[in-house]
């Protein structure tokens, strides 16, 4: 069984002001750490990013929700963590050797593992031959180097980041970015997860195997994005650009109130699937827009193609292949069989094909369930709310109704009627 190397689970947290006032911080946060990948934490000032890490390093405690370690709940400071600040924090009068040998110094190692462990730790950030050297000799770049020797050095499995390169010039900035990407690639340490805090989109997509997207009042995650461009990302490739130009709109998309909230759907840890909030006759505009482009197409290029946002286009995917008419492989998107059969189908076969694969969603079954059950076969709008609710307790349960409306009567499972504000059960396909 795979185990998370961290979770938070439906983290929220408010800081205590004057008088009794309490300031929402971060809502309902959820989000895996698995083994081997990067993950970050891209918003603007404020989003709650750092408040995040803290929680996650177990230095803060959230009022609501739990953090998980491996599996078990998470009280103070997470064994499995090391941390590099955006300021280099670096003591003045010790040399870089001596730096560096501070983030073991509480284990009381033996002087020859320590030499050794050090050693490493500066070759591998490049700055062998400074170790003797003074804090006040170094460049920014530099500092920061001894920062990140320091916690590697600590040969924990995760590496918090928390705007580790903001404080340097952009050259620097850039070329240190792609050392800690090989150092990261090469695993000649032990860290093998990394959260990365930044505001700078490009540096999210250089590093990020997920992005997620923070918006501000309370700090929530918009959207999370997948990145499943190969490492290490070359910037002036397509996939890469349009992938930067995407979420800008995401981000710009997120100042502008009068856009409905984004669902993560890929942080979701239930086996009840939600729907994305897209109608099936734009999954179907999807899956006909892959099947003239040859039964293949890569998620970037068709948001560009279409002019839509990226993260539009991946609830559509997301709609698509809950209903298993897609498959995601890397950076693409492709028909699977029953996906073609769909296209080649006239409008009653591709009716009875979406019934079909509304089947074997679990939220639909158990919907379908309690209509089987219920007197009449109808259930009041505000009884499929609850159970929506009860369900999937992160999820907008109106707007996922709403989907779920929308979807069963394409595929004349559900119907809904409006006046009497009821959900009935579709027997039109079981009768032909
Ligand atoms: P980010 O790292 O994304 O810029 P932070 O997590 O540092 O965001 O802060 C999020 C919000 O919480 C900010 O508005 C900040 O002023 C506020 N905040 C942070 N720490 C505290 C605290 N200890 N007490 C009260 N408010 C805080
Ligand atoms: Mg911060």
């Known amino acids: 069984m795979s185990q998370n190397l961290l979770e938070l689970k439906n983290i929220s947290h408010f800081f205590q002001l004057g008088e009794g006032k309490k300031f929402k911080v971060l809502q309902q946060i959820s989000l895996e750490l698995n083994p081997g990948e990067i993950v970050a934490l891209l918003g603007p000032s404020g989003s709650g990013k ?161 992005i997620l997207v923070m918006g501000t009042n309370p700090g929530h995650v918009r959207v999370a994005i997948k990145n499943e461009l190969p490492y290490p990302r070359d910037e002036k490739t397509a996939g890469f650009k349009s992938l930067v130009e995407n979420i800008h709109d995401v981000i710009t998309e997120a100042i502008n109130p009068d856009t409905p909230d984004w669902i993560p759907p890929a942080f979701m840890a239930s086996t009840v699937e939600a729907l994305p909030p897209v109608s099936i006759s734009e999954v179907i505009g999807l899956m006909e827009f892959i099947a003239t482009n040859g039964g293949r197409a890569d998620l970037y290029a068709i948001a560009q193609t279409l002019g839509k946002d990226f993260g539009q286009i991946l609830f559509f995917a997301k709609g698509a292949e809950l209903l298993d008419f897609v498959d995601t492989p890397k950076n693409g998107i492709v028909l699977t069989d029953l996906g073609r059969r769909f296209i080649s189908s006239d409008v009653n076969m591709r009716k009875k094909l979406v019934h079909d694969a509304l089947l074997q969603l679990k939220l639909c079954q158990l919907i379908r369930e309690q209509l089987q059950a219920a007197p009449n076969y109808v259930i009041p709008h505000a009884e499929v709310v609850e159970t929506i609710h009860n369900l999937l307790p992160n999820e907008d349960s109106e707007k996922q109704l709403e989907t779920l409306i929308q979807w069963g009567r394409y595929g004349e499972l559900f119907g809904y009627n409006a006046d009497v504000q009821e959900l009935y059960l579709d027997v039109g396909q079981e009768n032909t």
């Not at 670096?90 to 040998?101: C, D, F, G, R, T």
């Not at 062998?128 to 770049?141: H, K, T, V």
């Not at 997860?193 to 195997?209: F, K, P």
Request: hydrophobic share 45%; with cysteine.
């Open 50 to 210: 750092s408040t995040c890490l803290r929680i996650m390093g177990g230095l803060l405690k959230p009022t609501h929700g739990s953090v998980m370690v491996e599996g078990k709940p998470l009280s103070g400071p997470n064994p499995n963590v090391s941390m590099v600040f955006q300021s280099f924090v670096l003591l003045p009068w010790l040399s870089v050797y001596e730096n560096v040998a501070l983030g073991i110094a509480p284990l009381d190692l033996p002087e020859e593992e320590v030499r050794i462990r050090v050693k490493k730790v500066i070759d591998l950030v490049g700055l062998e031959g400074f170790e003797e050297a003074y804090p006040r000799e170094l460049s920014g770049g530099m500092k920061q180097r001894v920062g990140i020797a320091r916690a590697l050095v600590m040969e924990r499995p995760i590496l918090f980041m928390d705007e580790p390169f903001s404080a340097l010039d952009v050259l620097t900035a850039e070329s240190l970015r792609k050392e800690v990407l090989n150092i990261w690639m090469s695993k000649k340490t032990a860290t093998s997860s990394v959260v990365i805090v930044t505001h700078n989109i490009t540096e999210a997509v250089s590093l990020g195997g997920r």
